[in-house]
Nanobody, 124 residues
């Protein structure tokens, strides 16, 4: 089993920045990739960003490209999402997820482990 715990959520002004950490524990040796997804009220879960275990493969959802950056610290077993130039439409619950497969970074069905989520609210 892998446990994931997100933190760092809160309220930020439009145009501001926020960094979300996600701490992984348990059988992390089986993790092949990590990702961030988000879900706003009344909407489907949306892919935000993904990174391979080595950090060599990174992908982003179209709505966050250029503004958000995903990174990882393997020594600390921590995943990060740096959010810059945030917009009101970025308001959502953000989830960290881990997969044990190499492929399928942008598909939520590829991820076997999920955190509890952290709320991000962007005030206009």
């Amino acid at each position: 089993q892998v446990q994931l715990v997100e933190s760092g959520g809160g309220t930020v002004q439009t145009g501001g920045s926020l960094r979300l950490p996600c701490a992984a524990s348990g059988r992390t040796v089986f993790i092949r990739g990590l990702g961030w997804f988000r879900q706003a009220p009344g909407k489907e879960r949306e892919f935000v960003a993904a990174i391979s275990r080595s950090g060599s493969i990174i992908s982003y959802g179209d709505s966050v490209k250029v503004r958000f950056t995903i990174s990882g610290d393997n020594a600390k077993n921590t995943l990060y999402l740096q959010m810059n130039m945030v917009k009101p439409e970025d308001t959502a619950v953000y989830y960290c997820a881990a997969r044990t497969t190499v492929l399928g970074g942008s598909s939520s069905t590829s991820y076997a482990y999920w955190g509890q989520g952290t709320q991000v609210t962007v005030a206009s």
